[in-house]
């Protein structure tokens, strides 16, 4: 089933970019669109193979998910005298 | 996005009802419950109060700067550097939301209805019906919320009466008798859920005029409450709070208790046919919203531009993001609102300071000019009159003369009865423990005034001077 899943997203990255108008958009946007496009189509691809290649990144939402969110819970949870 | 889309008053307040209410009919009775017990129901008052400051902040922002979006105003006012990395926070705190907000719907369609799909599969196939959604208008998705949410509505309401059968009210009893310091801390936590109402800082120029936005997003704030405030009341007395504490969806559970005959069940798939979409509304919003933030980096007025790289982003980081449910559940709970306080609440500050500067003196005059402009235009309006004169219709003189109340006094009745709520739950926390009565006095009491704000809300609405909603037929 893994495998699958990650042919189907394969795949279905490939249509979108192939499909996608907004790169014969950028001919006529600003030099900074066209960097921005670019650099969203790079870190989109990357986490695609981290995805695919089975690694996981640390991202920013890490930082709430696994520092910020047990120490407010156990200090709610002490407070209001539940755990 | 398009500046020429606009966005009536009515569809302001139900989309801003169904941003505020969807996601968090799924979650918020179970941690509320856990921690306020059979008062979970009284832990909407202090998210009102921070919606309405916020709602007032922006409201002064849009009448100094007319026309502009959040993150063109934080450009203003904070000049380009500076303006740019506030933007930033603004656009991951949205990236973050989005992210909870699909992971927690694939969970709950893995859980519930697609056991064998995985995961990956409904978040990706979720996604592509944002990126479909997304890359037309917003005015489509408000009309598609048209059609959807007072479907939803009409199904809160008469959740009471088709689990009728189910209310124990006696397990429940005695209220307000465990103390305030629970309630508060659940108010609190709530305010975190509230703080989806920042998404609605993109959309400001399609909204016409500041005090449509204001009257608008101040009703459909107070309609999500009363929805909330009805739904954990109806879990408390139905499932009871061990239940709705321990459940994983308990909204979920509770529609499931519906058995209006011994053939007709299975509701719960029906009524999610009706809420699906509006989540998917809820994360078009949000999807919209962060790519007119990227214009405010690019310069650039299509948001088509950067949507599809960006929904690819978005799956991928929401999938890479969350391995168990525990994850979201604590994220969007714990993290979320320390989130809000720690770092959203003091941006929003900030920028209030920053419009103090004299700098803006010219435009605060201006504004301040227009609006009194505007009054008297009101005032001098036949059409005004004309509808003052109508007001009550059919109905009685009381009604009619009830009708003619203006604008401010509504405004005044609504503030008066979100005080005298607040009060009541004081007074109940802290008399409910020695006498039970007026513990359940209180409570009542309470539920009036939530009941009859809906009504000064939707009456502020009505009496602000309402241009013709484009979009609509």
């Known amino acids: 089933v893994a495998q699958s899943v990650e042919l189907i997203f394969a795949v279905c990255y490939l249509l979108t970019v192939l499909f996608d108008r907004s790169s014969f958009l950028l001919s006529r946007k600003t030099k900074r669109a066209a960097w921005m496009f670019w650099l969203f189509n790079a870190a989109a691809a990357a986490l695609l193979i981290a995805a695919i290649c089975g690694w996981r990144p640390y991202m920013p939402s890490h930082f709430f998910i696994y520092t910020i969110a047990p120490w407010v819970k156990s200090l709610i949870y002490y407070w209001t005298g539940i755990a | 996005m398009d500046q020429k889309q606009m966005i009536g008053q009515r569809q302001l307040a139900w989309l801003i009802s169904s941003i505020m209410m969807t996601q968090a009919l799924m979650n918020l009775p179970r941690e509320t419950s856990l921690i306020a017990g059979i008062n979970a129901w009284f832990c909407y008052i202090v998210p009102v109060a921070f919606s309405f400051l916020y709602i007032y902040g922006v409201y002064r922002l849009m009448r100094l700067f007319p026309g502009k979006n959040l993150y063109e105003i934080n450009l203003e006012l904070a000049g380009p550097v500076f303006g740019r990395i506030i933007n930033l926070i603004v656009l991951l705190y949205f990236w973050l939301i989005l992210m909870r907000d699909v992971r927690?719907?694939?969970?709950?369609?893995?859980?519930?209805?697609?056991?064998?799909?995985?995961?990956?599969?409904?978040?990706?196939?979720?996604?592509?019906?944002?990126?479909?959604?997304?890359?037309?208008?917003?005015?489509?998705?408000?009309?598609?919320?048209?059609?959807?949410?007072?479907?939803?509505?009409?199904?809160?309401l008469f959740l009471p009466i088709?689990?009728?059968?189910?209310?124990?009210?006696?397990?429940?009893?005695?209220?307000?008798?465990?103390?305030?310091?629970?309630?508060?801390?659940?108010?609190?936590?709530?305010?975190?859920?509230?703080?989806?109402?920042?998404?609605?800082?993109?959309?400001?120029?399609?909204?016409?005029?500041?005090?449509?936005?204001?009257?608008?997003?101040?009703?459909?704030?107070?309609?999500s409450t009363f929805l909330l405030?009805?739904?954990?009341?109806?879990?408390?007395?139905?499932?009871?709070?061990?239940?709705?504490?321990?459940?994983?969806?308990?909204?979920?559970?509770?529609?499931?208790?519906?058995?209006?005959?011994?053939?007709?069940?299975?509701?719960?798939?029906?009524?999610?046919?009706?809420?699906?979409?509006?989540?998917?509304?809820?994360?078009?919003?949000?999807?919209?919203?962060?790519?007119?933030?990227i214009n405010s980096f690019t310069g650039e007025t299509d948001h088509r531009l950067m949507i599809r790289p960006f929904i690819w982003i978005a799956t991928l980081t929401t999938i890479l993001s969350f391995r168990t449910f525990t994850e979201v559940y604590n994220f969007a709970n714990f993290s979320i609102p320390a989130i809000f306080f720690v770092w959203a609440v003091?941006?929003?500050?900030?920028?209030?300071?920053?419009?103090?500067?004299?700098?803006?003196?010219?435009?605060?005059?201006?504004?301040?000019?227009?609006?009194?402009?505007?009054?008297?235009?009101?005032?001098?309006?036949?059409?005004?009159?004309?509808?003052?004169?109508?007001?009550?219709?059919?109905?009685?003189?009381?009604?009619?003369?009830?009708?003619?109340?203006?604008?401010?006094?509504?405004?005044?009745?609504?503030?008066?009865?979100?005080?005298?709520?607040?009060?009541?739950?004081?007074?109940?926390?802290?008399?409910?423990?020695?006498?039970?009565?007026?513990?359940?006095?209180?409570?009542?009491?309470?539920?009036?005034?939530?009941?009859?704000?809906?009504?000064?809300?939707?009456?502020?609405?009505?009496?602000?001077?309402?241009?013709?909603?484009?979009?609509?037929?």
Not at chain 2, 128 to 146: G, I, K, M, P, Q
Not at chain 2, 200 to 219: D, E, K, N, W, Y
């Open chain 2, 104 to 156: 927690w719907v694939s969970f709950f369609t893995k859980t519930v209805l697609l056991q064998q799909t995985p995961e990956e599969i409904i978040i990706l196939v979720f996604m592509f019906v944002v990126l479909y959604y997304a890359r037309s208008s917003l005015e489509v998705t408000v009309r598609v919320n048209d059609l959807f949410f007072p479907a939803v509505l009409l199904l809160m």
């Open chain 2, 162 to 223: 088709l689990l009728v059968n189910e209310f124990n009210f006696r397990l429940n009893d005695p209220i307000l008798t465990d103390g305030l310091f629970p309630i508060l801390v659940a108010n609190v936590l709530n305010t975190g859920w509230y703080a989806d109402l920042l998404v609605i800082g993109a959309f400001l120029p399609m909204v016409s005029g500041a005090r449509s936005f204001l009257t608008s997003t101040r009703h459909g704030v107070v309609l």
């Open chain 2, 229 to 293: 405030t009805l739904l954990t009341w109806i879990n408390v007395y139905v499932l009871g709070p061990p239940i709705t504490s321990r459940a994983i969806f308990p909204s979920y559970l509770l529609i499931q208790q519906i058995h209006l005959t011994d053939f007709l069940d299975r509701l719960e798939i029906l009524i999610y046919s009706f809420w699906a979409p509006m989540i998917i509304i809820k994360v078009i919003a949000f999807t919209a919203a962060i790519m007119i933030g």
């Open chain 2, 346 to 473: 003091p941006v929003l500050i900030l920028l209030q300071l920053l419009s103090l500067r004299p700098k803006f003196a010219a435009q605060r005059r201006r504004a301040s000019e227009k609006e009194q402009e505007q009054h008297e235009e009101r005032m001098n309006d036949p059409n005004e009159k004309h509808e003052s004169s109508e007001g009550g219709g059919q109905n009685g003189p009381f009604f009619q003369k009830v009708n003619r109340l203006p604008y401010r006094i509504w405004k005044h009745w609504t503030h008066r009865l979100i005080a005298l709520g607040a009060l009541l739950i004081i007074a109940g926390g802290l008399f409910g423990r020695y006498l039970p009565a007026a513990g359940t006095a209180a409570g009542i009491l309470y539920a009036v005034c939530i009941l009859l704000v809906v009504w000064t809300s939707y009456m502020e609405m009505r009496r602000t001077n309402q241009p013709p909603e484009s979009g609509q037929t």
